[in-house]
């Protein structure tokens, strides 16, 4: 499964350079330095970065303070203080609308939910607060904006920073195999019915660490999901400098002819084996990575659909009202003569996510 | 109480060859003669008079409450047991060192009084009258657990025990708590919904609106928070600006209760259940009085096990901590010198008492080990009521098909 990952990640990643901080003096870019990181590891990272370069930022959240349940902010408090990295008390709808007048008043709040299952209370506020906010004060509030910000760290240095502040939340998401009713489930689809939003999920390491940095700095709120299953199990190379991967922007990981499947998170790991297995068979297939789900990249998705004519949509959340079924309608709609088969969904049940122990392990490893 | 089994021993016990004591030592019976115990501590209450500190048990009582407070201790390290050897799978949440609650709880109330609790709930399960193999096939996943292998260690239920489980979100049976209160009132049942939290929980807003509903509306609800100071890794005093849980409800009257002794939460629930079913405000002018039935208890009770089996329990607390609650206040021995005390029985009896409950525990667990996992069909079951619901299938319909029975 390690090399299995090792073998996707490995795809070239353009460093954003559209958003975040532009700086009029230039500091010495640091070498490609990488780093065999995990993937919480790799978010642990992209939280240092983001602290570091701007101080009106801070991490909360349930039990963060001692690095969190998942240890993605280990050595924060320690590093930048209690006042900048705490825990909250156990209130998620009052941590995210904390989240939310924060970032109203020109910060970077990244708020953590300990578990997406556990976002719920906070939907109302996602989703009428945040969502809304800049749009219903016709601009004039927003959860999300730009700060223009003078420094003077020397004499003859003028320092501009065009900085975007935002509020992220940042959620593990996903199946893990034993986590039951309340610790695996999938709910980008709710979230991806909201504009207003962005809704960013990674596949591994080096795209987690590009695609939070973005998010952070995305004048725009961003629900951000991490796959838990991949914590420890990914490992990859993992650059240790600050870069950014743009949102809004598909990756092809894998090129074919045949079939385009498109999916997010940890299921691309199950569907780059599926490509593998297919190409025994003599099947080419074109493999896409969303990154981000809401607003989405479409072009990229078309474009690669009218050259194979075949779609596959695979996520785990249950296939009614699941992602897939936008993407399907959209592909449907901008491709319907070129399509050689109907738009296939590879999906989770219509069933709650069960309480499952062992019976599972022959289909998934964990 | 259906889980303790007392039978009079005879004259073959073993008499103690030399006692400095004079007293005649009783045989361990089923006398039901009441004693007079005083709780260690008071109670400290929050608009509304405490109960007396002098609780009215017997010796068959505090036998009682010592085999099933040792059969709930052995049941959850057993279950500690069976999750590091991997039969336990997913989230487990042990109680031990928080017995007490659940015992002295029991005492005071009827089973049609309706408990209702979060994902701490195994031995709120036994007390209840839940089986030992239920409980363990339950959290093994097998077909012959409570909630029939589909629920796990968050869910356990008990209908004809009114037991409503077993809630893995936080703070989610609370407003649940209320609505049972409110069905219980309509009615006429004369009887009472015990709804517990923990001190995490209680920062929820659902909490707050759970209380106002109740006393708004006149509810025979006991709010109950197991205090046992730490929300999973958080300490109350971090999260909480008042950790005085009992005060919280403001207009709502509290009890704060010593929770590791049975004997205390045994009156401060009879307290909370009578203070609940009154009929008709204290104080003489009624139409400005604003009696509310409702009551908060908070218990003050400590877990020795982290937050699960996943929480090692040492990151945020040190184990000086942990051994010096288990040394001063642990439940079982509170109760046990109680009992030798009142020369109810010997040291050597009880511990004979607690190998019997480590026999039966380590029974009920190879019953448990035996039975069968959930048929996959069952997947699909119980989404909706039998025969409404929708057809599922699987990625390729031909290969995974299944109606809803």
Request: charged share 20%; hydrophobic share 40%.
């Amino acid at each position: 499964m390690a090399s299995l990952l090792g073998r996707f990640c490995r795809k070239l990643v353009v460093p954003g350079s559209a958003h975040g901080s532009r700086m009029v003096s230039t500091t010495a870019c640091d070498s490609e330095a990488v780093k065999s990181l995990n993937l919480y590891s790799a978010i642990n990272q992209a939280l240092h970065i983001a602290l570091e370069t701007d101080p009106r930022s801070y991490v909360f959240g349930e039990d963060v303070g001692f690095g969190g349940v998942f240890r993605c902010t280990t050595g924060l408090a320690e590093r930048f203080g209690k006042n900048r990295v705490f825990n909250t008390p156990l209130c998620e709808q009052g941590i995210v609308g904390f989240g939310i007048g924060l970032a109203a008043m020109g910060n970077r709040a990244v708020v953590e939910i300990q578990f997406a299952d556990y976002i719920y209370p906070a939907f109302d506020q996602i989703v009428n607060e945040a969502a809304k906010f800049r749009y219903r004060s016709g601009n004039q509030f927003n959860c999300g904006g730009i700060n223009l910000v003078f420094n003077l760290p020397s004499k003859s240095l003028l320092l501009i920073r065009l900085l975007f502040i935002g509020l992220t939340i940042r959620a593990p998401y996903g199946a893990v195999g034993h986590g039951g009713h309340y610790h695996s489930q999938s709910p980008e689809a709710f979230f991806c019915h909201v504009p207003g939003i962005k809704v960013v999920i990674p596949r591994s390491p080096r795209e987690a660490k590009g695609l939070l940095l973005s998010s952070i700095r995305d004048p725009n709120p961003v629900v951000f999901f991490e796959p838990k299953w991949l914590y420890r199990q990914a490992v990859e190379e993992v650059p240790e400098h600050d870069y950014m991967i743009p949102l809004s922007q598909a990756e092809v990981i894998r090129e074919g002819n045949d079939i385009t499947l498109v999916g997010w998170g940890a299921q691309l790991t199950v569907m780059e084996q599926a490509c593998l297995d297919a190409e025994k068979e003599g099947i080419s297939c074109e493999l896409i990575d969303l990154k981000t789900l809401l607003p989405w990249d479409k072009e990229t998705v078309e474009a690669s659909v009218k050259k194979t004519g075949r779609l596959l949509i695979s996520h785990e959340a249950p296939v009614t009202g699941g992602f897939g079924a936008e993407i399907s309608a959209t592909i449907l709609e901008r491709c319907f003569l070129k399509l050689e088969a109907p738009v296939s969904r590879v999906c989770g049940l219509d069933t709650p996510f069960p309480l499952i122990l062992d019976a599972i392990k022959s289909t998934v490893n964990y | 109480m259906a889980l303790s089994r007392l039978s009079s021993r005879s004259t073959t016990l073993l008499q103690p060859l030399a006692t400095t004591s004079l007293l005649r030592r009783r045989h361990i019976s089923t006398d039901t003669t009441p004693i007079t115990v005083e709780t260690s501590l008071p109670f400290t209450s929050h608009l509304i008079s405490p109960p007396s500190r002098a609780v009215e048990t017997s010796s068959q009582e505090l036998l009682s409450f010592f085999r099933d407070m040792a059969l709930m201790r052995r049941m959850e390290i057993a279950a500690d047991s069976l999750y590091k050897a991997k039969l336990i799978r997913g989230f487990c949440h042990l109680y031990d060192g928080q017995e007490a609650v659940a015992i002295g709880m029991e005492a005071a109330i009827t089973k049609r009084d309706a408990i209702i609790t979060s994902y701490r709930d195994h031995c709120t399960f036994l007390g209840r009258g839940g089986g030992l193999f239920e409980a363990f096939s339950e959290l093994m996943g097998r077909t012959t657990g409570c909630s029939k292998g589909k629920g796990g260690s968050m869910h356990f239920y008990k209908k004809d025990a009114s037991f409503y489980g077993g809630h893995g979100i936080v703070g989610a049976q609370a407003p649940l708590g209320c609505g049972l209160a409110f069905a219980q009132k309509y009615s006429k049942e004369e009887a009472v919904t015990f709804t517990l939290y923990g001190d995490g929980a209680a920062n929820q807003g659902q909490l707050f609106e759970a209380l106002n509903i109740a006393a708004l509306w006149d509810l025979p609800a006991v709010l109950v928070c197991e205090n046992n100071h730490y929300g999973m890794g958080t300490a109350e005093w971090r999260s909480a600006k008042s950790p005085a849980y009992f005060k919280r409800g403001d207009y709502v009257p509290g009890l704060k209760v010593d929770g590791m002794d049975a004997l205390a939460v045994k009156q401060a629930c009879k307290f909370a259940k009578e203070h609940a079913l009154k009929n008709g405000p204290i104080g003489s002018n009624h139409h400005a009085f604003a009696f509310v039935f409702e009551q908060i208890l908070e218990m003050d009770t400590y877990r020795y096990h982290g937050h699960s089996m996943s929480d090692p329990g040492s990151t945020y607390r040190t184990r000086d901590e942990i051994s010096g609650v288990r040394q001063v206040r642990d439940p079982i021995d509170r109760v046990r010198k109680l009992i030798i005390a009142h020369d109810i029985a010997t040291e050597k009896e009880l511990k004979d008492m607690e190998k019997e409950v480590r026999k039966e525990v380590d029974a009920a667990v190879a019953q448990a080990k035996e039975s069968p996992i959930p048929e996959p069909s069952e997947l699909f079951s119980n989404i909706y009521v039998k025969g409404f619901g929708a057809e599922s299938f699987g990625a390729d319909r031909k290969e995974l098909r299944a109606t809803l029975p």
